[in-house]
């Protein structure tokens, strides 16, 4: 068996700020690091290694730097590596960066099985795995909660849906994107940090894929555009009600009905 | 596509132009400066390098025939034939859109035994409920459900589709978009659209820390995601003027790899950290059959009971439902704390929460300076009217959609 998982290197962490003048990302001193939820991907990767001898691979788009995440893999116990990096892959939005990883796939070997998170950390979007599976032609689902079976030519997975748990088999080649817990994930471990050390990674540009139209990369493939960036309103002040009981009753009523907590939660 | 290009000749001090980008992207080798892959398009090196050296260049690509497209559609999420209620809010959004470009607004309904749906669909105001009913589509699978909402889109051609961001939606949507080779944006916050039909997109990113306005010049359909309580469900109309169209497609589209073995209930405990509204009960509560009254709140709320220490030490509630340091952290979308005094080591436990409602009488006390809503009274007389104002709304239907109460009941 064949696996791919797909992994992102992301801000070290969440608190990005906004430069109120240039309305510009401030970066200065953010660390980087492997998008948490692409752990649980590689955990349940390197599960199907330890139990069926799986071969596993992990493939990333970004800018040079990332190589510290594919290397962190390599400690984990991920066997090989693959960076897509070209100046032409820049600015790529969703649909560009699915595509993307996909000629890297078709590339890198045919796989049984796609692994993604569940989203990033920085993006947040969520939608990689489906457009990628899109772009390969093959089935997918998204929250895998729990791995029933794998046999040779399907895979049978608990999904977690909001008000049921779906069992369901699908057959190889396919992608699933997986749920944060469904393994704990493991540590680097540092024995296989120095027997990985001179380990290649391949690097892959875009004279190395298939399609080398650069229409359908980066910037110029990706249909949506970014027009601004800016701070979210922030939670104004403090409010102080006074009055007598039917009214503050009333005005609470009123404020929750606004905010839709009177509807159902599902 | 836009670029930036570099005036080589013109830059100075090369390795202090590549400390420009805060993004890396800037790269001096060999002697030449270079923009690499992790160029975001901010323009920053544009506005703060010196002049000339960065060069904003936009060549011009012929865009998509946009008066080919028109109309928006959404997608009615359902499961077992229960329409998911963001369907309601997104016809309504949808509805809005659509008088300011005056195009019509369609609805694709998919599934099995689903058409008896469409007429309630009506009443939310589109013009054309497309009903895909078929057995292939008695469960979510992304084949089918794909090659559905492909044919959908090419009889239809909208501009704009709107998808709820559910776990269906989550997972529909960017693969059709994909299919179309067209720009989704996820979970958007605000819409708006233009003369022109290019849709105006707000979203969160980075954890909600910085807001995006995005838009999908050159492509159609605009594909957008909405979560769940973003956007508020018009009132029905009395006379829904829409018609339901039947539509059919070929069984070999529908094939697919995915085996649905088992759907099973998911039982639903959820405990306080888990919890999206909480009511809290403090040393304010004089005796121990009163927490009935925060339970009825709770539970009017769909949410869950917590408690501060004291009424654990007394034995009143049990420890799993503390909140503070010695208890549990908790961030809900509401909590509203009942005769609580707001002790620093209860506060700890809520301060991240997005909305702090705090009921006490005395006006001095600590929880007042935490709460984002301050109400000075007596519990004992605002609590029991709020909760007859709430039943008295979901006893009128609103809130709680036909079949909700099977669902959801009983939970809190």
């Known amino acids: ?56 691979d992990v493939i990333t788009m970004g800018p040079p730097q990332c190589e510290a995440i594919v290397r962190e893999a390599f400690m984990m116990g991920v066997d090989r590596g693959i960076i897509l990096s070209d100046r032409k892959f820049g600015g790529a939005d969703v649909l560009a960066t699915s595509y993307t990883l996909s000629q890297g796939i078709r590339k890198a070997g045919n796989y049984d099985l796609i692994i993604c998170g569940k989203q990033t950390t920085d993006g947040d979007t969520a939608q990689v795995g489906a457009e990628l599976a899109e772009f390969l032609g093959i089935p997918h689902v998204t929250s895998v909660c729990r791995v029933l079976k794998v046999e040779d030519k399907s895979i049978t997975v608990d999904l977690d849906l909001p008000m049921h748990i779906e069992t369901a088999a699908i057959q190889f080649p396919c992608l699933i994107t997986v749920e944060k817990g469904i393994f704990e994930p493991r540590l680097p471990s540092f024995k296989l940090k120095l ?72 | 596509m836009p670029q930036i290009v570099i005036h080589q000749a013109k830059a100075q001090d090369p390795q202090s132009l590549a400390a420009l980008c805060p993004f890396d992207a800037i790269e001096f080798a060999d002697g030449i400066l270079s923009i690499n892959s992790g160029c975001r398009m901010c323009r920053l090196c544009i506005k703060n390098g010196p002049q000339g050296v960065f060069e904003y260049v936009e060549d011009a690509r012929p865009g998509v025939d946009k008066s080919l497209w028109r109309g928006v559609a959404v997608f009615a999420d359902q499961t077992g034939g229960q329409i998911h209620p963001v369907t309601w809010e997104l016809l309504g959004k949808a509805t809005e859109l659509a008088v300011k470009i005056k195009q019509p607004v369609y609805c694709l309904l998919a599934g099995y035994n689903v058409a008896a749906a469409a007429p309630e669909i009506l009443e939310y105001g589109p013009d054309e409920v497309y009903v895909y009913d078929l057995p292939e589509l008695e469960h979510f699978r992304i084949e089918p459900y794909t090659a559905v909402f492909e044919d959908f889109i090419n009889k239809v051609k909208p501009s704009v589709v709107l998808v709820g961001g559910t776990s269906i939606g989550r997972s529909l949507a960017p693969r059709a978009a994909a299919r179309f080779r067209t720009g989704l944006t996820a979970d958007c916050t605000m819409l708006d659209i233009r003369p022109d039909t290019d849709l105006d997109q707000i979203r969160p990113a980075y954890g909600g820390n910085i807001m995006a306005h995005i838009n999908t010049p050159n492509h159609r359909p605009q594909f957008a995601t909405v979560r769940y309580k973003i956007f508020s469900a018009p009132e029905k109309v009395a006379v829904p003027k829409g018609r339901i169209v039947r539509c059919e497609i070929a069984p070999e589209r529908l094939a697919s790899a995915i085996n649905v073995l088992e759907v099973k209930p ?25 927490l009935d009254m925060i339970r009825e709140l709770a539970a009017a709320l769909d949410g869950r009971v917590a408690s501060t220490r004291s009424l654990i030490e007394a034995g009143w509630t049990e420890p799993r439902q503390q909140i503070g340091l010695s208890g549990r952290t908790v961030k809900p979308k509401l909590i ?38 301050g109400i000075v009274g007596d519990m004992y007389q605002i609590i029991p009217a709020l909760i007859n104002k709430i039943r008295e709304y979901k006893a009128a239907g609103h809130g709680s959609p036909a079949g909700c109460l099977q669902t959801c009941g009983g939970k809190a």
């Open chain 1, 1 to 56: 068996m064949r696996i791919a998982v797909c992994i992102k290197q992301v801000p070290g962490t969440a608190q990005v700020e906004i430069d109120e003048k240039t309305g510009v990302l401030k970066r200065d001193g953010v660390e980087s690091k492997m998008n948490p939820y692409d752990l649980y991907a590689m955990e349940t990767a390197l599960r199907f290694k330890h139990d069926y001898g799986a071969e596993v």
């Open chain 1, 195 to 266: 027997a990985t050390a001179d380990r290649k990674i391949e690097w892959l540009g875009l004279k190395d894929l298939d399609d080398r139209n650069e229409m359908h990369y980066g910037l110029n493939g990706s249909p949506t555009q970014v027009k601004r960036i800016f701070p979210p309103e922030s939670h104004s002040g403090r409010d102080m009600w006074k009055g007598s009981s039917g009214d503050l009753a009333a005005r609470l009523f009123q404020m929750l009905k606004d905010k839709k907590f009177l509807q159902q939660a599902r």
């Open chain 2, 266 to 290: 998911k039982r639903r405990e959820v405990g306080i950290e888990e919890a999206e509204v909480i009511v809290v009960a403090g040393r304010g509560l004089k005796k121990r059959e009163d």
């Open chain 2, 336 to 373: 509203i704390t009942c005769g609580v005094s707001g002790a620093i080591q209860f506060v700890a436990g809520m301060n991240n929460s997005e909305l702090i409602v705090a009921i006490n009488e005395d006006e001095k006390a600590p929880i007042f300076k935490t709460a984002h809503i």
